[in-house]
């Protein structure tokens, strides 16, 4: 069992700069890919970036994409969300999610076998 634990979330005005960070536990990190998705208000939970398990094959909702870059260390079993040129339009809670086939990176939601508890991120225009 995997235990994921997101952190870095906050109050923040638009334009500025975020790192979110998912500490995972239970596991065997380098056995999984990694990913990040996003719920706001309302709204389905959507995918923003997932990473395969070495860190050389990446993946982007394309509204993020030049604005946000998914990074992992292995040894600190850690996985980083960089949230560059923030939006209103982030705003929601980020979930991180761990998904049990290291090699593939993929954004369907249902092949993720882990979650965390999210940690939210606002944005003020």
């Known amino acids: 069992q995997v235990q994921l634990v997101e952190s870095g979330g906050g109050l923040v005005q638009a334009g500025v700069s975020l790192r979110l960070s998912c500490a995972a536990s239970g596991g065997t990190f380098s056995s999984y890919a990694m990913g990040w998705f996003r719920q706001a208000p309302g709204a389905e939970r959507e995918f923003v970036a997932a990473i395969n398990w070495r860190g050389g094959s990446t993946l982007y909702q394309e509204s993020v994409k030049g604005r946000f870059s998914i990074a992992r260390d292995n040894a600190k079993n850690t996985v980083y969300l960089q949230m560059n040129s923030l939006k209103p339009e982030d705003t929601a809670v980020y979930y991180c999610?761990?998904?049990?086939?290291?090699?593939?990176?993929?954004?369907?939601?249902?092949?993720?076998?882990?979650w965390g508890q999210g940690t939210q991120v606002t944005v003020s225009s």
């Open positions: 999610a761990a998904d049990y086939k290291p090699i593939v990176v993929t954004r369907t939601r249902s092949e993720y076998d882990y």
